[in-house]
């Protein structure tokens, strides 16, 4: 009885889903908006998936959100723009990469950082414990050398 | 009943782990080493009874006793048997039984393989072993307890997650990242015993160290390729990785024990990067035990974050004693560990390992920072920020193209170091399978640049490498008069480690390609279609038949009939689908995938009207993504050739 | 042993601890909206469930949150699919009523979902006794920065949103939030 109530319940979500589903088929796409579209989709987080672009998302409040990024670049607004609007309804959360700025660099800063030490290190390393010369094979040196 | 002989088991096992591990300080305080020799019987006995306590919920899963509390929340009537079976580790509480029991099979494992072994080596990395049992133990009767009663007893239950009863990959996926995972914790074992009896400067523990590393490191490769692969085939955008930290759990310490495994061979040879190495082998453990942590606490937002509760604090406790223990006992070693060897020059492949080293550590780094700096965000400026997929791609692909490089550099170039001629007459032929590389690439119709650079990358290593074994085979063929074939089945036979490894290379150039490709030239589209009309791709036409619903025992299912034609013929029929499970709000999807060597047409169903009349289809073509698999299942076979112990290694081993 | 390098090594780990310490009592699944203290965002939505009288709109009337300035205003998005929703129901029918003879409006914003089965899902539960209006392509639900259902925005009488309850509302939470705005001075354009 309960399971009935459940698959039926169920049923009506599955009509949800024709909520996306326009009257009349879209119009053939313009293809150059369309590429725009998606470069800031990818972008934007989608808020009920985790950690997926609305860009990928099958999710509908994402294809509804990427049609708004399609509308309002139709309507001459930047990607910046677009991206503004979104951070001023979701907050910075949207953003799937955070913007380059302020305590945002540290992200981005400590990796090189790691980086740029370490060849310092393998440098140090590497003049320290290195042969002056070509050397010849080393007692250590095992069965792999070449002839 | 079933519950009872669970639970009992659970509490006894944890009784005997506890003694396991109090054995050996009490063996070191009363100078009774002998009394180390129960250390085995502690392992094997643990080992039962954890087998009988899975034993005893699988049983549980199977007779549908919903008095037990994990059956009851992941249970139900209608489920298929397999997944009844699998969902031992769909939810929280029945993963970490599966780990106590995956852990219990290695310590019994590791004392199995070595049990000829004398010292003291075994018995205290056994003791650690069972120290991390003792936690999950308590995990297991405390916060983690699947076998609480639950009265009165509900006729069925929920069943297990759709997303995990979606796809046969789920029963495999999760074994053998559990496998890859839980065995990382062997070495670190090793290490810790070494540090403890004071054997750290001797050679036996840094040989079992690697050997069960690269078990472990081949399992957890197999975890991840079919993790994507599971990703790919069931949550319907097409991808594979999403930089989920669930993920990047996993992918963390694959890293550092990719690094261990390289570094570990400058240690051997040259007698150099103790301190470096050990603290690898401390690292990939911490961040096994850190990722899960970070997973199953809900510390950070995951696809597959289990619900929270205490558990995270247990989790944490458990991460302080591991680090303080480790950083105390590293550092307190660390002047025993001076290096003392030297390397073989300035140009040679020991600075080739060296890079690698750093890029393979600046990558975990990366990972990390990117997979913590939400947290951190928060904690310094109070505001919630994402890291996803953009940041890491930015991050990650300089250091990816030029580890690709490395590889190729790496074994072009002898141990000993080589002058600058030597160097320029090694260095340069691999520059034709580069160009080459480059020019298919951009025939194919590549032109995004990193995927140019690892194409040249990958061109650049892969003519390295097989320029290696062509050396190899045509030095036997010269010398001694064998054929290509025979040359080079003796070859890789007479050096495992290198050419085992060198296949595993060549494995991960085939997924670097492939997923350069597919990212490369990944075309889709999507269009609402009524039955009869058809949109087109890649060449690919595709046309809606028909929309219809049917129901399973457990779930309503919603399909879209396509048939896929080029030029005019048919190649195939498809149907993406819709699945709705009562317990869930929104619909999980199952795409369809028509997989060839060439690409993928990969087709999701994303919205339908209930009468039938339309459906829009998301199409995606994707080239060479098989090959991301093969590749995968590649570098596995390399990593079994490496391991597959010749006669020679094994008496070394049992001796 | 050297014990001294080996306990300044163990101090690092303390931060490191009290860090994910802290990242425990956090819920990464708590988004704060930003619209709080903002201008609540316009909009104009046709009414297709009616309500019940005395807080009663004609179906296929446009209700503009620009009208609604001078009046606090709860702003309900739900669906007929949102199991939460059927849990906050009631709270919200009976609320909106025991509020009537204040300057405050409920509105239902039906969130992909067809009014029809929005329609059938209030006589199922027993009616709602405030109107509902209806969102195609979840163009508000987006300008109000909506994660999922049921969300429940207050704007206060001069326009602004003060507050957003993510999840079923319980009545406690409801009452106090809308005495509290009714304590608070009147702006001036208030009619």
């Known amino acids: 009885m309960m399971r009935r109530t459940l698959v039926a319940l169920a049923l009506a979500v599955a009509g949800a889903g024709a909520q996306a589903v326009p009257e009349s088929l879209p119009p053939r796409a313009d293809s150059a908006l369309e590429a725009r579209t998606s470069a800031v989709a990818a972008q934007l987080r989608c808020p009920v998936c985790q950690g997926v672009s609305i860009q990928d998302s099958p999710a509908e409040l994402a294809q509804q959100m990427r049609g708004v990024v399609r509308d309002q670049l139709a ?33 981005y800063g400590l990796p090189a950082l790691l980086i740029v030490v370490g060849l310092g290190v393998v440098a140090v390393v590497v003049r320290r414990n290195s042969a002056r010369a070509p050397a010849p094979a080393s007692a250590a040196v095992g069965v792999d050398e070449e002839p | 009943m079933t519950r009872l002989i669970g639970l009992d088991a659970l509490w006894l096992s944890l009784a005997v782990s506890l003694f396991g591990v109090l054995l050996v300080p009490a063996a070191i305080i009363r100078r009774r080493p002998e009394w180390l020799a129960w250390t085995r019987s502690a392992v094997y006995t643990n080992f039962a009874l954890l087998t009988l306590a899975a034993g005893a919920m699988v049983y549980g ?69 069972l120290a991390v049992a003792v936690f999950f133990g308590i995990l297991l009767v405390g916060p983690a307890n699947p076998f609480h009663l639950v009265s009165p007893v509900p006729p069925d239950g929920p069943g297990p997650n759709p997303l995990l009863q979606n796809h046969i990959l789920m029963a495999v996926h999760p ?39 690269l078990v472990a490191w081949a399992l957890l490769s197999a975890a991840i390729i079919a993790g994507m692969w599971w990703s790919y085939e069931v949550l319907g955008w097409g991808g594979y990785w999403a930089w989920d930290p669930v993920e990047n759990a996993s992918f963390m310490p694959w890293l550092t024990a990719t690094a261990y495994l390289h570094s570990v061979m400058v240690q051997e040879r040259r007698g150099l990067l103790r301190l470096w190495t050990l603290n690898l082998v401390v690292a990939t453990f911490v961040l096994t035990i850190l990722g899960t942590f970070l997973t199953r606490s809900g510390i950070v937002s995951s696809v597959h974050a289990f619900t929270q509760g205490t558990i995270g604090w247990y989790f944490l406790a458990f991460i302080g004693v591991v680090l303080v223990a480790a950083l105390v006992l590293v550092a307190g070693n660390s002047d025993r560990l001076k290096s003392e060897g030297q390397l073989g020059g300035v140009i040679s492949r020991d600075t080739v390992f060296l890079l690698n080293n750093l890029l393979l550590t600046a990558f975990t780094f990366t990972v990390l920072v990117g997979t913590l700096f939400p947290l951190v965000a928060e904690a310094a400026r109070g505001v919630k920020v994402s890291v996803g997929e953009p940041f890491f791609n930015r991050m990650t692909l300089p250091i990816c193209v030029a580890l690709l490089f490395l590889m190729g550099v790496g074994p072009a170039l002898p141990w000993r170091g080589v002058s600058n001629d030597e160097a320029r007459s090694r260095l340069l032929p691999p520059a034709v399978g580069a160009a080459l590389a480059l020019v298919i690439a951009l025939m194919s119709g590549v032109r995004m640049p990193y995927a140019l650079l690892a194409w040249v990358s990958a061109g650049y290593a892969i003519a390295a490498v097989l320029r290696e074994y062509q050396r190899g085979v045509g030095g036997r063929m010269r010398a001694r008069g064998e054929r290509w074939l025979v040359a080079l089945v003796r070859l890789v036979r007479g050096n495992r480690r290198r050419y085992g ?24 589209h999507e269009q609402t279609l009524r039955p009869g009309e058809s949109m087109s791709l890649a060449g690919f036409e595709i046309r809606l038949d028909k929309v219809s619903g049917r129901e399973e025992p457990q779930r309503a299912v919603i399909g879209a009939a396509v048939t896929i034609l080029r030029g005019g013929a048919v190649l195939r029929r498809m149907e993406p689908r819709m699945n709705f499970y009562p317990t869930q709000q929104s619909p999980v999807p199952t795409p369809d995938v028509r997989s060839t060597p060439a690409g993928d047409l990969y087709l999701t169903l994303m919205a339908f009207r209930p009468d039938g009349t339309t459906a829009t289809i998301k199409a995606i073509h994707e080239p060479l993504v098989p090959w991301i698999w093969i590749g995968g ?10 391991l597959w112990p010749t006669p020679a290694r094994a008496t070394e081993a049992a001796a | 042993m050297n014990w001294r390098r080996a306990l300044i090594a163990g101090a690092v780990a303390i931060p490191v601890l009290f860090f994910f310490a802290w990242g425990l009592t956090r819920d990464p699944g708590e988004i704060p909206s930003p619209l709080p203290g903002r201008a609540a965002p316009d909009f104009a939505l046709e009414v297709f469930a009616p309500g019940e009288p005395p807080l009663a709109r004609a179906v296929g009337d446009t209700v503009r949150a620009s009208a609604l300035k001078g009046r606090i205003v709860v702003l309900n998005f739900w669906a007929s699919w949102c199991l939460a929703c059927r849990d906050e129901h009631t709270i919200l029918s009976q609320g909106a009523r025991a509020y009537a003879d204040q300057p405050v409006t409920f509105l239902g914003v039906l969130y992909n979902d067809e009014p029809r089965k929005g329609n059938a899902w209030i006589a199922e539960m027993g009616g709602q006794s405030y109107p509902s209006v209806n969102d195609p392509g979840a163009r508000t639900a987006i300008e109000y920065g909506l994660y999922g259902v049921p969300e429940t925005f207050f704007v206060n009488a001069e326009g602004r949103v003060v507050r957003k309850h993510t999840g079923p509302i319980p009545a406690a939470v409801l009452k106090g939030i809308l005495d509290s705005l009714l304590a608070a001075p009147r702006a001036a354009t208030t009619p």
């Open chain 1, 75 to 107: 309507a001459g607004r930047s990607p910046e723009e677009v991206k503004a609007y979104f951070i001023s309804k979701y907050g910075e959360w949207i953003l799937l990469e955070p913007e380059a700025r302020g305590f945002n660099l540290l992200a």
């Open chain 2, 175 to 213: 074994p053998l990242l559990y496998l890859g995972y839980v065995g990382l914790t062997v070495p670190f074992a090793f290490a810790v015993a070494a540090m403890l009896n004071g054997e750290v400067l001797q050679d036996h523990w840094v040989v079992l160290a690697r050997r069960w590393t």
């Open chain 2, 633 to 642: 299942m590649i570098v596995i076979l390399g990593a079994l050739v490496a």
């Open chain 2, 61 to 129: 899963l199977v007779a549908h006793d919903f008095s037990i509390s994990y059956v009851a929340q992941v249970g139900s009537r209608a489920t298929p048997l397999l997944f009844t079976v699998i969902s031992l580790w769909g939810a929280l509480e029945g993963s970490i039984l599966f780990w106590a029991w995956v852990l219990a099979f290695y310590a019994a494992a590791v004392l199995w393989v070595n049990r000829d072994r004398e010292g003291t080596l075994v018995p205290y990395a056994s003791a650690v072993i």
């Open chain 2, 501 to 524: 490894g060198f296949l595993s290379h060549i494995g991960v150039f085939v997924v670097a390609l492939a997923i350069a490709t597919s990212s490369a030239l990944r075309r889709e």
